[in-house]
């Protein structure tokens, strides 16, 4: 399944496959350590169920890797969820732990058997799985079980060798399609120390980076830090951002920051696995989607995408597609020819009083705003209009309420319709987005 990848490793033995902040790994030294855990793994049979747990780094790379090539089903857990692992312990069924730590790793068993039928497909065939879990923002996380041939077979294309930050971790399918493609071609995977602007501006002008695959929050972030400005930044060739919409007023800031590289907006689901995408330009918000292996349709101004790297299903609820195979992606989409624009997701759209109000909008022109770090907008219940818009902000030098709100109002009203003008405001010190960098609604 991954033979592919371990002959490109073989071939590129010297050459540089991880970059920490405290050492580097050629892809000698990783290709070694996987043949390691895959005899380490051997006496397990085959299509087990392993966690692996730990933060991303060459243990947890190797782990990973030498599952898969064993037949494995691999259920990566990252020490952001650590408060939900025993939940997830128990509905991944997992057979063994792979627990990484600073000293040793270590094996054990946990005398569970799993006995799903998803699990059981994945045996029969003979093909290595994952099993990633959904954020939960919009409930319980849900379990989605992949069939990792399906999800391989993309990078066996020769694509772009870069050195590439990793921003997204093992447990999110932006992370694993991260390594998968870094791996594939050759590339360098770097890690900075933590995910502060200052840390990954550190790496990137350390190491050189050339693709940093990140979030809209967290651009807004490294914009509002200045690390920008102070670092050499040079080495960027390629900025790609999804798992929540851009801000108009966030990208343009940004392309100005950073002009001698391309943007690229990028769309994926844990569900469905990350699509090819092109913007229509590094400014724009126009994005075609798709690829060989992908369609997409619009029922409703809703986003239905049918993939041939769609998961199998949920360990832990009904399955989630159409009788075509389609799934309902719950994003809300304008479309002008082969493009389309992202709006929002259903559940965050406002209803005022019968007009919709898209959060990202809104969000967007308050950033535009002076003093103004974040800002989050929701819908809250309202007795005769159904809902108002409500904005929770940040700002970077303290400022009276009441005086913002008069500000606000006064900004806002040369941009947006009077409804879509937030009713409520709560200026708040407390961040905004999830560990993922994703606004919090």
């Not at 190797?62 to 997830?88: N, Q």
């Not at 997204?168 to 694993?176: E, F, S």
């Not at 009083?353 to 909008?361: I, N, R, T």
């Amino acid at each position: 399944m991954i033979e592919f990848l371990m002959d490109k490793m073989e071939s590129c033995r010297g050459d540089l496959a991880i970059a920490m902040p405290d050492r580097t790994y050629t892809y000698g030294e990783l290709a070694d350590r996987v043949h390691e855990w895959r005899a380490r793994l051997a006496g397990l049979g085959s299509g087990r169920i392993i966690s692996v747990e730990g933060d991303y780094g060459p243990e947890s790379i190797a782990v990973f890797l030498a599952a898969t090539w064993s037949g494995h089903i691999s259920v990566p857990l990252s020490p952001d969820s650590r408060a939900h692992h025993e939940s997830f312990l128990e509905i991944g069924q997992i057979e063994f732990r792979v627990r990484i730590g600073d000293e040793a790793t270590e094996l054990e068993p946990t005398g569970r058997t799993a006995e799903h039928e998803l699990y059981s497909a994945l045996q029969e065939n003979g093909h290595p799985g994952l099993v990633l879990f959904s954020s939960g923002s919009t409930g319980k996380p849900k379990a989605a079980v992949h069939d990792l041939k399906r999800l391989l077979a993309k990078f066996q294309v020769p694509r772009q060798r870069l050195r590439t930050l990793v921003f997204l971790l093992l447990d999110h399918i932006g992370g694993v399609n991260t390594l998968f493609y870094t791996l594939a071609n050759g590339g360098a995977v770097v890690l900075s120390r933590d995910r502060s602007a200052s840390a990954v501006c550190d790496a990137i002008e350390t190491h050189r980076v050339e693709l940093l695959p990140t979030s809209p929050t967290f651009l807004n972030l490294m914009l509002l830090s200045g690390e920008a400005e102070r670092r050499d930044l040079s080495s960027l060739k390629l900025i790609t951002y999804g798992t929540e919409p851009m801000p108009a007023s966030t990208l343009a800031q940004a392309c100005v920051a950073f002009p001698q590289a391309r943007f690229l907006q990028t769309y994926g689901m844990t569900e469905l696995g990350i699509l090819r995408s092109q913007s229509r330009e590094s400014n724009s918000l126009w994005v075609r989607i798709g690829g060989e292996d992908f369609e997409w349709k619009v029922v409703g101004g809703r986003l239905w995408i049918r993939a041939k790297s769609a998961m199998l299903g949920y360990l832990n609820a009904p399955s989630p597609f159409d009788a075509e195979g389609f799934f309902d992606t719950g994003d809300l989409v304008e479309v002008d020819g082969v493009w389309i624009r992202f709006l929002g997701r259903t559940t965050d759209v406002i209803n005022v009083g019968g007009s919709k109000v898209y959060p990202a909008e809104v969000e967007s022109a308050l950033l535009e705003m002076e003093h103004v770090a974040d800002a989050v907008v929701r819908g809250e219940a309202h007795a005769f209009t159904g809902q108002i818009v409500a904005a929770t902000v940040r700002l970077t030098q303290p400022e009276l309420p009441d005086a913002f709100k008069v500000r606000m109002r006064r900004f806002l009203a040369q941009r947006l319709a009077p409804h879509k003008v937030p009713v409520r405001v709560r200026i708040t010190e407390d961040a905004t987005y999830s560990t993922r960098f994703k606004r919090i609604r």
